[in-house]
């Protein structure tokens, strides 16, 4: 069965800082993808990175880089350099063969001034 | 990349109604799809919708409940039938960029339903 899972509800972080927030996956399939969305008190989904499951190097996009570990079968996003802007809602997600994408329950980040 | 525009961007609603739920795109796409998201919850799959096609129903959703529309491939619609205070959430349109990688999928705005 396929599964997300993001095990902080609530994290906390001081501006200017580097913030982890974890996702762990299960899939059997050998093909898969793992993106990160934001979503900010507006309720958009804003997509902020992707990894494929047979991309060698970590991705990164300005201040977000994934942390992509496949033996451990885990995908973290860091956020460099924290901004207040940052506070939202951030889901982890992972697409498999079929174009189906199934979302983790997310974790809220507080970024403090 | 995809420009999504959903109507109405919110309601309010009473019980045993109905509400249909637009999604524009201002491209071509292969494939859209009908998110749920109930307050606090994360993202749950209703149906995928392919233009010219009947939409494929996620696990714990009908066509009875959710009929949808696909008639061309820029627009989808998707009705809340007989409303209760239950179905109230945020509903997103997403689509995936025909021809687009697998990290081309996009999201409107939502659709924010509350079910008085």
């Known amino acids: 069965a396929q599964k997300i899972t993001q095990t902080q509800p609530g994290m906390f972080v001081q501006e200017k800082e580097a913030v982890t927030l974890d996702c762990t996956y299960d899939?059997?399939?050998?093909?898969?993808?793992l993106f990160w969305y934001k979503q900010p008190s507006s309720g958009e989904m804003i997509f902020l990175i992707y990894q494929g499951s047979y991309d060698e190097q970590n991705a990164t996009e300005g201040r977000y880089s994934l942390n992509f570990q496949k033996a451990r079968k885990s995908a973290n996003l860091v956020i460099s350099a924290s901004q207040l802007g940052d506070s939202a809602m951030y889901f982890c997600a992972m697409r498999t063969g079929g174009f189906k994408t199934i979302f983790g329950a997310g974790t809220r980040l507080f970024v403090k001034a | 990349s995809a420009v999504i525009s959903q109507k109405p961007s919110r309601d309010i609603c009473q019980r045993g109604t109905s509400l249909t739920i637009q999604c524009q795109v201002d491209?071509?796409?292969?494939?859209m799809f009908w998110y749920r998201q109930q307050p606090g919850q994360s993202l749950t799959l209703i149906a995928t919708?392919?233009?010219?096609?009947?939409?494929?129903?996620e696990s714990g959703f009908v066509i009875d409940k959710f009929p949808i529309s696909r008639p061309n491939l820029t627009f989808s619609t998707l009705t809340v039938s007989n409303m209760s205070p239950e179905d109230s959430s945020i509903y997103l349109c997403s689509v995936e960029a025909r021809g687009g990688g697998p990290n081309e999928q996009y999201f409107g705005p939502g659709t924010r339903l509350t079910v008085t």
């Open positions: 491209s071509q796409v292969t494939m």
């Open positions: 899939t059997s399939d050998q093909s898969y993808g």
């Open positions: 919708a392919n233009q010219g096609s009947e939409a494929t129903y």
